[in-house]
């Protein structure tokens, strides 16, 4: 069964700190993606990255970077210098494909991120 | 290119009322996803349509929940007869669905926010 768990429930830094999001999911595909998103107080859900499981090789956009580990089935998001408006919650998300034509996401429970001024 | 629409943004039903939710896609995708978040929670998947088809409605209570696409117009989300547990915020995503079953990218909508007094 599918299963994606981001074990920090809640983290707070000061501004200017580096901080790493943990997500370790669970699937029995070898062919699979996964996500990164964003939900800001306002409370839409910002899309942030998708990854498949064949391209293991780490992203960097910016301030923001992931880590893709197959061995250890972690997909974890750091964020660099961090800024008070990066407080949110954020999920890491999976999805099993590709010659499944069901594309459900499976969410994990996110994250609340708080950067102190 | 306006992104996924939901209307209502915000919804007050007293108990035993019908809530409707509107979802219409991004031009050009024909896949619509609604996902549930409670409280303090991750989102999670209800149901997965295709015009005028249900493909996978595994997440949906069994009970006084409905979803359709029809050929013209939004997807509907109907929740009959609300209780306070419906109260939570209604995610619609669609996608283009691309040939040959690959994953696409889900967008998501800004969500409706669902209160049962």
């Known amino acids: 069964a599918q299963k994606v768990t981001q074990a920090q429930t809640e983290i707070s830094v000061v501004e200017k700190e580096d901080v790493t999001l943990d997500c370790v999911y669970e699937?029995?595909?070898?062919?699979?993606?996964l996500f990164w998103y964003k939900q800001p107080p306002s409370g839409e859900l910002v899309f942030l990255i998708r990854?498949?499981?064949?391209?293991?090789q780490n992203e960097i956009s910016g301030r923001y970077s992931w880590n893709f580990q197959k061995s250890t089935s972690s997909f974890n998001f750091t964020i660099t210098a961090s800024q008070v408006v990066d407080s949110a919650v954020y999920f890491c998300?999976?999805?099993?494909?590709?010659?499944?034509?069901?594309?459900?996401?499976?969410f994990g429970k996110g994250t609340r991120l708080h950067i102190l001024p | 290119n306006a992104g996924v629409m939901q209307n209502p943004r915000h919804l007050v039903r007293r108990r035993g009322q019908e809530a409707r939710l509107r979802c219409s896609p991004m031009?050009?995708?024909?896949?619509v996803y609604w996902y549930r978040q409670l409280p303090e929670e991750g989102l999670k998947f209800m149901v997965y349509?295709?015009?005028?088809?249900?493909?996978?409605e595994s997440g949906m209570p069994k009970e006084r929940f409905s979803a359709e696409f029809p050929k013209e117009g939004p997807s509907i989300l109907r929740i009959q007869q609300v209780v306070r547990g419906d109260s939570a915020a209604y995610f619609c995503?669609?996608?283009?669905?691309?040939?040959?079953?690959?994953?696409?990218?889900?967008?998501f909508g800004p969500g409706t926010r669902l209160t049962v007094l």
């Open positions: 995503a669609s996608s283009p669905g691309l040939a040959g079953g690959l994953t696409d990218t889900q967008y």
């Open positions: 699937t029995r595909d070898t062919t699979y993606y």
């Open positions: 990854r498949n499981s064949f391209d293991e």
């Open positions: 998300a999976l999805s099993e494909a590709p010659m499944n034509r069901d594309d459900k996401i499976i």
């Open positions: 031009k050009g995708h024909s896949h």
């Open positions: 349509l295709q015009k005028e088809n249900i493909i996978d």
